[in-house]
C-alpha cells in the first residue's frame, strides 16, 4: 500500500501523469482488493491524500473500502468524508474513472437513505453531477439518484435546477449512462404537468427491443397526468417501440378510467374508480389523496411534484416504483386528482356551450351540492378573473426577454443542426439504412434499366 501511496502523489500533476496513474491503479485494483485489512489500510491512506490534488487516487482508494466492505461504526465517517468529497473532487481526474465515481456516488446515495437523512446526500450530488457532466445538457446516473433523495426528504425545490435544465444528450462512454437510468430519469424528473408528460412520453418512445417494468409504471403516470392535465390521453406517438406498445395493452384499468372520463359522467367515472380500487390503492403519500380534495391544494402540489416520495426497495426487488409490500402502484393519488379534475373539465364544457347560466344550474349539472360550491370551483380554479394586466411590453425587460428567448432559439436550433449532422455521418446509422432506399439513388441500376427500354 505504501508504493501505491507514493505512486498517487508523485503522479497526480499533469494530464499524462494522471493516464498513466489511472492505468496503474486499475491494474492494482483488484489485489489491493485481497490484500489483508485492505479496507482499514485504505482508510489510513485517505488520511495522507488531499482530497482536491489527489482527487483520482482518493476514488481508487474509497473503492478499496467498499469493496472490502464497512463496519457499522465506520459508516458515519464514511458518510462524511465522501460528502466534502463529492463537492471538491477535480474534474479532470474523475473523467478518468467514471465507472468508479458513478459507483461511489450510488453507494453513497444508498447509505445516506439507510442513515435516515436523504436530505444530507443532495448537495453533494448536485456537485457531483457538475464533475462528470460533459456539459450541461448531458444526462448521467447521478441525476437519477439526486431526484429520489430529494422525493424522500421531500426537498422539492432543491431539484427544480436540475429539471430546468433541458436534456439533449446521453454520452454513456463519459457517464456509464444506462437505459434503466434513463428511464428513471424519466420517471422520476416530474414537476410540472406539461413537463411530467414530456418526460414520461420520452420514457414510452425510447428506443426498446423488450418492455419492462418502469415504462409500464411510465405508462401509467402518462394517463393519469393526461387527464389531469388535459382532459384526454393522447395516442402514443407511430415511433414508439412495438414491444412497449404491447407492455402497455394490459393495463386495461387505466384505459377504461380514460374512456370512463372521456363521457364526462361523474358517476362512470366514480363507478370505474371503486371497480379498480385494488390497483390504485397502497398510495404512501396520504397527503396527495387528502390534499388533492381542493382544487388550491391542487395548484399548490403542481408547483412541486406529482410522485409521492418512493420508498426504498430490497434490492431483491425489480420495481423501485411499486409498494414493496404489495406490489401494487402508488396512483392513488394521482386518481383522486383525475376524478377532481372532471368538475373543472365539466365547468369548462357549460361555458363553452351557454353564454349565460345560472350557479344553481351549474352545480346541477356538474354534481356539486350548491351554487356556492359552483362558485368556490370556479374561482378556486381561475375560471373567473377580473384582473387587468398592467403590462404594456414596451419596457426594457420586455426586449430583455424577448433577446433572450431568440438567444436560447438560436443555440437550440444549432444543437439540432449539430446531432442531425452527426447521426447522418454515423456508420452505424448508415449501415441501417435498408436496401430499398439505397437503391432509390442507385445511378447504376436507373441507367441500366433506361439503356433496356430503348434497346431495339
Known sequence: ?????????????????????????????????????????????????????????????LEVQLRAGLNANAEAAFIDYVSQYLQVALKDQIVL???????????????????????????????????????????????????QLCLLSKCYNAATPLLDEDI?????????????????????????????????????????????????????????????????????????????????????????????????????????????????????????????????NIQRLVQTYLTPPIPTPHPSCTLPFQDTNTGMD???????LVSESLTKRNIQRLTQTYLTLSLGDIASQV????????????????????LEDPEQYTSGATASLIDRHIKESERLAKKLQDMDDAVSCDRTYLKQVSVKERARYDVSENFAGASQMFQP
Open 97 to 147: 474513472a467514471p465507472d468508479l465515481f458513478v459507483n461511489l456516488c450510488r453507494k453513497y446515495k444508498e447509505r445516506v437513505i439507510q442513515s435516515g437523512c436523504p436530505r444530507k446526500g443532495i448537495l453533494p450530488l448536485l456537485s457531483a453531477i457538475r464533475t462528470l457532466q460533459p456539459s450541461v445538457d448531458c444526462a448521467t446516473p447521478i441525476h437519477t439518484d439526486v431526484l
Open 168 to 296: 439533449l444528450t446521453v454520452e454513456p462512454a463519459k457517464t456509464c449512462m444506462t437505459p434503466t437510468d434513463l428511464f428513471l430519469y424519466c420517471y422520476y424528473g416530474r414537476k410540472q404537468y406539461a413537463r411530467a408528460l414530456d418526460l414520461l412520453l420520452q420514457a414510452l418512445t425510447a428506443p426498446s427491443m423488450t418492455g419492462n417494468a418502469i415504462v409500464v409504471a411510465a405508462y401509467k403516470k402518462y394517463v393519469l397526468t393526461s387527464l389531469i392535465h388535459s382532459g384526454a390521453v393522447c395516442p402514443l406517438p407511430k415511433f414508439t417501440p412495438s414491444k412497449v406498445r404491447q407492455s402497455v395493452e394490459s393495463e386495461y384499468q387505466y384505459t377504461e378510467l380514460a374512456t370512463a372520463y372521456a363521457t364526462h359522467s361523474a358517476e362512470k367515472l366514480l363507478k370505474c374508480i371503486e371497480q379498480h380500487a385494488n390497483f390504485y390503492e397502497a398510495d404512501t403519500n396520504t397527503g396527495i389523496v387528502s390534499e388533492g380534495l381542493t382544487k388550491r
Open 330 to 336: 402508488n396512483n392513488t393519488g394521482l386518481v383522486k
Open 367 to 386: 354534481g356539486l351540492s350548491s351554487a356556492n360550491d359552483a362558485e368556490l370551483q370556479m374561482l378556486r380554479d381561475g375560471m373567473v378573473n377580473f
Open 1 to 61: 500500500m505504501e508504493e501505491v501511496a507514493h505512486s498517487i502523489v508523485a503522479h497526480s500533476h499533469n494530464a499524462s501523469d494522471l493516464v498513466l496513474l489511472n492505468s496503474q491503479l486499475r491494474q492494482k485494483l483488484t489485489h489491493i482488493g485481497t490484500v489483508h485489512n485492505a479496507g482499514q489500510s485504505a482508510a489510513a491512506m485517505l488520511q495522507r491524500l488531499d482530497q482536491v490534488q489527489h482527487s483520482l487516487g482518493v476514488l481508487y482508494m
